[in-house]
């Protein structure tokens, strides 16, 4: 991470990030778990699904992704004509580190007749060895889409994976990764904040485990969660199992309810690398460009634009800056 000068003060600094934005035609796109003040900064914050949709068509030369290497390799994979940068390098995905493109071929020997869907969170090569990709946001339906008979090869998220198969009853072969955040909530946990809240209505990201996810009266991908919350009446509670950097966004979008996280040890690390001075530190020096090998990108792509395409009509609308 870069260090904050100590004789720049915020507001200086979002200033001289605005005009570098200018000067290099950037965009700042933020995953609904960064810090708060880089959401704030940020042109759009979204889910997985809706900062690749604005990764595809944007007109910016520029893409500075805050968030974690796989969401910036998905942007470079969709436009590699743009300079896509990821402001911390070291940002990656314990969830796509479970798998590599190898284990992936060795599976697909072992199941020939199998259609693979992989979780977007994995890597490009992985991408690259897949028939469609989704995203929490969509993999229910991608699932669903597969043509009947066909089983699922789900890779990477084993919960997920688990959730998409019990909502479509369909055959699916499930992988051992998950989330390590994710993972850590428990239904005691869970238990002990409804106890503490018994009014609040639980809000749980896929990528909890099952026997959590039985507990939950909405389950969706953060910007699911974020619809959700808005749609419900002012002076609802919630308890929220996902990573907390949610909690900024649904504050600030609901002024008139109450959220708690379902447990304080829902924080992805990664998720809290980037700071302002890396934003900044990224477009005054073109760091960390993140670029695919022409090879792996055509094979990676065609996975990706499966998924947009099967998006179509029902795409949701790219999220305004709040
Ligand atoms: P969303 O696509 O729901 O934002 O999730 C991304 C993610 O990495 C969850 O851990």
Do not use: A, E, P
């Given at each position: 991470m870069t260090d904050l000068p100590n004789d720049i003060p915020v507001k200086d600094l979002i200033e001289q990030i605005a005009v570098l934005k200018k000067e290099r035609e950037a965009v700042i796109l933020a995953h609904n778990y960064q810090p708060p003040e880089i959401q704030d900064l940020a042109d759009y914050t979204g889910d997985s699904l809706e900062l690749s949709m604005i990764a595809a068509k944007t007109a910016a030369k520029t893409i500075v992704f805050c968030g974690v290497r796989f969401m910036a390799e998905t942007a470079s994979i969709l436009s590699p004509e743009k300079t896509v940068l990821l402001p911390v390098l070291e940002a990656g995905c314990t969830l796509a580190d479970y798998a590599t493109a190898e284990e992936v071929r060795e599976m697909k020997k072992k199941h020939p007749d199998a259609v693979v869907v992989t979780y977007v969170n994995s890597s490009a090569e992985v991408k690259a060895e897949t028939d469609i990709c989704c995203t929490s946001a969509n993999a229910v339906e991608i699932v669903r889409s597969v043509a009947p008979g066909r089983p699922v090869l789900f890779v990477s998220d084993y919960n997920l994976g688990h959730y998409a198969a019990k909502k479509t009853g369909r055959e699916v072969i499930l992988w051992s990764g998950c989330c390590p955040t994710h993972a850590l909530l428990s239904t005691f946990a869970v238990a002990k904040a409804r106890k503490k809240w018994p009014e609040a209505k639980v809000l749980m990201h896929p990528e909890c485990k099952p026997e959590v996810l039985e507990l939950a009266d909405f389950v969706g991908s953060t910007s699911g969660i974020l619809r959700h919350a808005k749609e419900q009446p002012d002076g609802t509670s919630f308890i929220v199992g996902t990573e907390v950097g949610i909690l900024h966004r649904l504050q600030k979008e609901n002024p008139g309810k109450a959220f708690h996280a379902a447990?304080?040890?829902?924080?992805?690390p990664m998720m809290k690398m980037i700071t302002l001075a890396d934003v900044k530190a990224s477009l005054e020096k073109t760091q960390f460009v993140i670029s695919v090998a022409a090879d792996v990108r055509k094979r990676a792509l065609k996975a990706v634009h499966a998924m947009l395409q099967y998006q179509g009509a029902a795409a949701p609308q790219f999220p305004q800056k709040v």
């Open positions: 447990s304080d040890f829902l924080i992805c």
